[in-house]
């Protein structure tokens, strides 16, 4: 059973920054989710085993960053330049491969989540 846990989130001022950290029981492909009230659950990014391969939603290129540190088993998204539509729940998400779409239903395993809010 793979067990992961987020931290990190919080309350910000927009264009501010946070670091949501996810800590995995294992090394698996990777992936940030986030679901606001009301709205579906949807992808912001993922990552490879290695860390060599990253992928993101349009919606996040050039202000949030994906990335870990295998040594210490955690998967990290750097969010930067806040925006109050960032506001939601981030999860992360796990499963042995990268899937064919970034579906939710994809992933195997979640976390619990954590809330990230952005006030204007």
């Known amino acids: 059973q793979v067990q992961l846990v987020e931290s990190g989130g919080g309350l910000v001022q927009a264009g501010g920054s946070l670091r949501l950290s996810c800590a995995a029981s294992?090394?698996?492909?990777m992936a940030w989710f986030r679901q606001a009230p009301g709205n579906e659950r949807e992808f912001v990014a993922a990552?490879?085993?290695?860390?060599?391969?990253?992928y993101y939603a349009d919606f996040v290129k050039g202000r949030f960053t994906i990335s870990r540190d295998n040594a210490k088993y955690t998967v990290y998204l750097q969010m930067n330049s806040l925006k109050p539509e960032d506001t939601a729940a981030y999860y992360c998400?796990?499963?042995?491969?990268?899937?064919?779409?970034?579906?939710?239903?994809?992933?195997?395993?979640w976390g619990q989540g954590t809330q990230v809010t952005v006030s204007s």
């Open positions: 998400a796990s499963r042995t491969l990268r899937p064919n779409t970034w579906n939710a239903a994809e992933f195997h395993y």
């Open positions: 990552i490879s085993w290695s860390g060599g391969s990253t």
């Open positions: 294992v090394q698996t492909f």
